[in-house]
């Protein structure tokens, strides 16, 4: 589920507004009484169901909800705009062998690449609820399908909005 995030106004705390939208689509979908609620790892969750995995992920216009279904035992979801900072962080999230693919790429074909690997490591990340788990330890397939660490296989999707941006979502189970 996707909600815009309202227009920035002078003053705005940018985080608040990501918490706002994030209370609204926790209210529409659960009831008005659901608040979300973290684990001691940070995962979120809804108080009124704690059982069932959620993911919230925010970019600078959308905010996200993912909610797991049936038999999946966790879900992660990440939310990005191209940008350039992904070219001055790839060394710390991309392993070898993904750096090597990066540089045979032309520079549309290295944005998309970094932001389709970003996004779907930081929704296993998410997923995985591992401390000191690492971005490179997470091994994204070439073809985008599937990620690997070393307690599992996630499923991955995407979805790529008219805006450039890009979800991913991490399904395990």
């Known amino acids: 589920m996707l909600i815009p ?3 920035p106004q002078h003053g705005d705390d940018k985080r608040q507004r990501e918490r706002d939208a994030a209370r609204t689509l926790v209210a529409e979908v659960f ?18 169901h704690p059982y069932i995995p959620i993911s919230i992920s925010h970019s600078d216009s959308t905010c996200a909800l993912a909610i797991a279904g049936d038999g999946c ?21 991309l392993t070898d062998d993904e750096y090597s693919v990066l540089g045979r790429l032309d520079e549309d074909g290295q944005l998309d690449y970094l932001l389709k690997k970003w996004t779907a490591k930081e929704a296993v990340y998410k997923a995985a609820r591992t401390p000191g788990l690492g971005l490179k330890e997470i091994r994204v397939a070439d073809d985008f399908s599937h990620a690997e660490i070393p307690t ?22």
């Open 5 to 7: 995030l309202p227009e």
């Open 73 to 93: 035992r966790s879900i992660g979801i990440d939310i990005e705009r191209p940008r350039m900072q992904l070219r001055r962080v790839a060394t710390k999230f």
């Open 152 to 173: 599992g296989v996630y499923s991955l999707s995407y979805h790529r909005f008219c805006n450039g941006e890009i979800l991913c979502m991490a399904i395990y189970g």
């Open 31 to 48: 009831g008005d009484s659901s608040r979300i609620a973290h684990h001691t790892d940070g995962a979120p969750y809804v108080d009124t």
